[in-house]
């Protein structure tokens, strides 16, 4: 079975650029989530959805974020403009609800994004 | 306060030997999930193992257990026989409450584990 699968890999950009991140999700997977991990802030989530609709975005840095989800097998994280800051690890991930609380998170292999 | 701690930034074992991961939690939630997740050099974040706060018996997983301690709000992970494959970041996270799927994750700080010969 595919796993979660995000493009590109790796992604360098400048400052100014836009950028989109891609990620499909498990099929079947209702929800979808978007984190960053840096080595200052650790991992953190910026969205999620359910169901294609965003359910919480409070982790969303700025305005310059936005996230999109226009079917239940696609996602895009955009950054526009980019800055240097934004150089981080960008990771989907989606998830099944299951029986007795079990809801586990499977992530995709990440997006390293250079800001230069 | 640190909804996840995890006090060990780098570990070393032995290979074959069995090793311990720290991980304490806070919630004031009844309803959470405890997993953890091995993050290897490549990049990925793979999942190891889930223990729902309700569950009576430890979770284990092949050569991955879960030392749950409720009272004391301790998750450990115990590698039994290490591998050289497994040496790695390992982050324990923390889900709180139960809203049928919709509920993010918190992550420790991580611990990197290197397994020596």
């Known amino acids: 079975d595919a796993g979660v699968i995000q493009s590109p890999r790796h992604e360098v950009t400048e400052m100014g650029q836009e950028v989109t991140l891609r990620c499909k999700p498990i099929?079947?997977?209702?929800?979808l989530f978007w984190y960053r991990q840096t080595m200052m802030r650790g991992l953190e989530l910026l969205i999620y959805f359910n169901n294609n609709v965003p359910i919480d975005d409070s982790g969303m840095p700025e305005d310059r974020f936005s996230a999109k989800m226009p079917n239940a097998s696609f996602s895009t994280l955009k950054i526009q403009p980019s800055e240097p800051r934004d150089s981080a690890v960008y990771f989907c991930?989606?998830?099944?609800?299951?029986?007795?609380?079990?809801?586990?998170?499977?992530f995709g292999p990440g997006t390293r994004l250079t800001v230069l | 306060a640190q909804k996840i701690t995890q006090t060990q930034p780098g570990m070393f074992v032995q290979e074959k030997e069995a090793v311990t991961l720290d991980c304490t939690y806070d919630t004031s939630d009844p309803s959470y999930g405890l997993f953890w997740y091995k993050q290897p050099s490549s990049g990925e974040m793979i999942f190891l193992i889930y223990q729902g706060s309700y569950d009576q018996q430890n979770a284990t997983e092949g050569r991955y257990s879960l030392n749950f301690q409720k009272a004391r709000k301790s998750a450990n992970l115990v590698i039994s026989a290490s591998q050289l494959g497994d040496s790695a970041m390992y982050f324990c996270a923390m889900r709180e409450g139960w809203k049928g799927g919709g509920n993010k994750l918190t992550f420790g700080t991580g611990t990197q584990l290197k397994v020596e010969l």
């Open positions: 099929s079947g997977h209702d929800y």
């Open positions: 991930a989606s998830s099944l609800p299951g029986l007795a609380g079990t809801d586990t998170q499977y």
